[in-house]
């Protein structure tokens, strides 16, 4: 069985500060990892994703997520918030072998203030 | 051109009700989702279909009844409602079963149980 853990359901930052969510994740096999994000009264919107290659990956709106394998982690950075960053994200662990099974995060809410 | 689109955006209605919720996608998928997602923001897999045939279902009451006409589209029927089953719906669909494709999501369906 697989877990996902997103440490912090808030966090808020000023505008132009570095941004960290964190997630770290359980599984038996290795995964896939996502990172998806919520904007108010709207679905889930693919952020990036972690299959196989680098370890550092990189998606929209400036964002990227490096996979430690050794600290079963997968934290999404940006260098500097703005504020249509604010919304909530949601870390996903799907193990590569039982079919497309997203297990989600508990979800981060980021603030970002001016 | 929204490429998973759910109907109602809203719905409420009262306790013992049967209500449907349905959902089309235009990417072309081979495979289609359902997720609840509670007053805590916490999303859970509910059932997933491929090519029309039920592949994921999660511990969900048998109320829950989903029925894919065709592969574009998965709609979700519920019967005799209960106010534990107030959240918001959320359809989803990926290219195909394999774990590394990523879901694109419907801008969800509230359900408020009265």
């Known amino acids: 069985a697989q877990s996902v853990t997103q440490l912090g359901s808030h966090v808020s930052v000023s505008e132009g500060a570095l941004v960290l969510l964190r997630c770290n994740y359980s599984?038996?096999?290795?995964?896939?990892l996502f990172w998806y994000v919520q904007y108010p009264n709207q679905g889930l919107q693919l952020l990036l994703k972690?299959?196989?290659?680098?370890?550092l990956v990189k998606g929209i709106n400036g964002f990227e997520a490096e996979f430690k394998k050794s600290e079963t982690s997968f934290h999404l950075t940006k260098p500097s918030a703005h504020m249509s960053d604010a919304a909530e994200y949601f870390c996903a662990v799907n193990p590569n072998n039982a079919g497309n099974m997203l297990t989600f995060g508990g979800g981060t809410r980021l603030m970002v203030k001016p | 051109d929204t490429a998973v689109s759910q109907t109602p955006k809203y719905l409420v209605t009262q306790m013992g009700n049967d209500k449907s919720i349905k959902c089309e996608q235009n990417?072309?998928?081979?495979?289609m989702y359902w997720y609840k997602q509670d007053s805590k923001k916490f999303l859970k897999i509910m059932f997933s279909y491929n090519n029309k045939e039920l592949i994921i279902n999660e511990t969900v009451p048998n109320r829950f009844s989903p029925k894919s006409p065709d592969k574009a589209h998965l709609n979700l029927h519920i019967n005799s409602l209960e106010l534990g089953d107030s959240a918001v719906y959320f359809c989803a669909s990926s290219r195909d079963r394999d774990s590394n494709q990523p879901q694109h999501f419907g801008d969800g369906t509230r359900l408020s149980i009265l």
């Open positions: 972690y299959t196989t290659g680098a370890t």
């Open positions: 599984s038996s096999v290795p995964p896939y």
């Open positions: 990417l072309g998928h081979d495979t």
